[in-house]
């Protein structure tokens, strides 16, 4: 069974306060990990995919990589927009999507 | 681009009344939709995958005849929960595959929340 597990549960940082968020996974014959930002009481928003271990992708101040095991989004001298619950989710041989259940993101001013 | 539309956002009724949710790709067609539920402060839990003019394939435990879903046409899907009681109260949100590819994003609306009281 395909697993995902993302840590911290909650994460408080000061603004400009940079810190990673960690997404482990065991899913069989990943296809593509995802990252998904949700604000309290909307639906996922697409943040980006990733394919293979070392692959890495940007958007100003998220950067998502990727190993064989984990998946780290990095967070660099972030505002308090970006407070916000991170998903991460995998897709493997099963062809279904499975989450993580998420961490919650608060940046301070 | 990739925008889901979900409607209702919020619905209250009675138990044992039926509720139609709508899930729409408003800018691309959706070859596959799937239905999530998610209880506060936990993920997201597919309940059922649907492909247009096909049934849809409903994960283990959700009970088909409860939660009737319905792909007409490649821009919407709909979740009907039949006879709802509290305990189906919860937030269910719907997303879009614009291939089909399980390596493609998901895009998702922005979800119902569903109380019966």
């Known amino acids: 069974e395909d697993q995902v597990t993302q840590s911290p549960e909650a994460l408080r940082l000061q603004e400009g306060e940079s810190s990673s968020l960690n997404c482990s996974y065991t899913?069989?014959?990943?296809?593509?990990l995802f990252w998904y930002r949700q604000d309290p009481g909307k639906g996922p928003e697409f943040l980006f995919t990733?394919?293979?271990a070392g692959e890495e992708k940007e958007k100003e101040r998220l950067k998502a990589t990727l190993t064989k095991k984990e998946s780290f989004l990095h967070i660099t001298a972030p505002k308090p927009e970006d407070s916000a619950t991170y998903l991460c989710?995998?897709?493997?041989?099963?062809?279904?999507?499975?989450f993580g259940s998420g961490t919650q993101l608060t940046v301070l001013p | 681009g990739a925008v889901v539309s979900q409607h209702p956002s919020w619905v209250i009724c009675k138990s044992g009344t039926s509720v139609k949710i709508e899930c729409r790709s408003l800018?691309?067609?959706?070859?596959?939709m799937f239905w999530y539920r998610q209880f506060p402060k936990q993920s997201l839990m597919l309940m059922a995958t649907?492909?247009?003019?096909?049934?849809?394939?409903?994960e283990q435990g959700v009970e088909k005849d409860k939660f009737l879903i319905n792909h007409a046409s490649l821009t919407l899907s709909t979740l009907t929960v039949t006879s709802a009681h509290p305990e189906d109260s919860s937030f269910y949100i719907c997303?879009?595959?614009?291939?089909?590819?399980?390596?493609?994003?998901?895009?998702f609306g922005d979800g119902t929340r569903l109380s019966i009281l």
């Open positions: 997303s879009a595959s614009q291939t089909g590819v399980s390596n493609q994003p998901q895009h």
């Open positions: 649907s492909n247009e003019g096909s049934k849809a394939t409903y």
């Open positions: 989710a995998g897709t493997g041989s099963a062809r279904q999507l499975t």
């Open positions: 990733l394919y293979s």
């Open positions: 899913v069989s014959g990943l296809r593509g």
């Open positions: 800018d691309f067609q959706a070859t596959t």
